[in-house]
T-cell receptor, first 117, second 114 residues
Framework: AQTVTQSQPEMSVQEAETVTLSCTYD???????LFWYKQPPSRQMILVIR??????QNATENRFSVNFQKAAKSFSLKISDSQLGDAAMYFC??????????????FGQGTELSVKP | NAGVTQTPKFRVLKTGQSMTLLCAQD?????MYWYRQDPGMGLRLIHY???????AKGEVPDGYNVSRLKKQNFLLGLESAAPSQTSVYFC?????????????FGDGTRLSIL
């Protein structure tokens, strides 16, 4: 069974600095998708960034980028120029690329990010 | 632009009571999901549906039932609520089950069982 692990329950960063959130996963599949979701206090689940495992290039979305290490099964999220609005719970999630398997997301435990002014 | 709408947003129940959470999506998505979120455990899948009239068990299905009578609606039922079911419940939907297209989430329902 696939698992996703976020070993940092809490992280803190100074405004305008850079922070990296860690995520590791375990799977025997070769093709899959990885996601980072942001959950602010409003409880919304907001997609931050996604990565297809067959793509070697790391995904980037404005200030957010990932370091995808397929062999190491690692998928970290880097937030550059941190802003107060980045404070939230961040979830790493895995989705198998298999038809007729329901497309279920497997989530990590989450990392609570605080941003200091 | 409603997306995924969950009803109610907050509810308090007594042990043994029953209730139904409603999820409605207006994006014509085939796949719908119910997750529960507990501190330190992330989101865990309760049940899911791959189309109208079909449902399947997820990781933590015990104590819950679901129905998908209409494509746009996915209902989660608690027949006899227990304190262990105190949680935040999220509904999600997606167009396919095997692409990088993300699941779209509702805003959650906070459920407390006394």
């Amino acid at each position: 069974a696939q698992t996703v692990t976020q070993s940092q329950p809490e992280m803190s960063v100074q405004e305008a600095e850079t922070v990296t959130l860690s995520c590791t996963y375990d799977t025997s599949e070769s093709d899959y998708y990885l996601f980072w979701y942001k959950q602010p206090p409003s409880r919304q689940m907001i997609l931050v960034i996604r990565q297809e495992a067959y793509k070697q290039q790391n995904a980037t979305e404005n200030r957010f980028s990932v370091n995808f290490q397929k062999a190491a099964k690692s998928f970290s999220l880097k937030i550059s120029d941190s802003q107060l609005g980045d404070a939230a719970m961040y979830f790493c999630a895995y989705r198998a690329m298999i038809y007729n398997q329901g497309g279920k997301l497997i989530f990590g435990q989450g990392t609570e990010l605080s941003v200091k002014p | 632009n409603a997306g995924v709408t969950q009803t109610p947003k907050f509810r308090v129940l007594k042990t043994g009571q029953s209730m139904t959470l409603l999820c409605a999506q207006d994006m014509n998505h085939e796949y719908m999901y119910w997750y529960r979120q507990d501190p330190g455990m992330g989101l865990r899948l309760i049940h899911y549906s791959v189309g109208e009239g079909t449902t399947a068990k997820g990781e933590v299905p015990d104590g819950y039932n679901v129905s998908r009578l209409k494509k746009q609606n996915f209902l989660l039922g608690l027949e006899s609520a227990a304190p262990s079911q105190t949680s935040v419940y999220f509904c999600a939907s997606s167009y396919t089950d095997s692409s990088s297209q993300p699941q779209h989430f509702g805003d959650g329902t906070r459920l407390s069982i006394l």
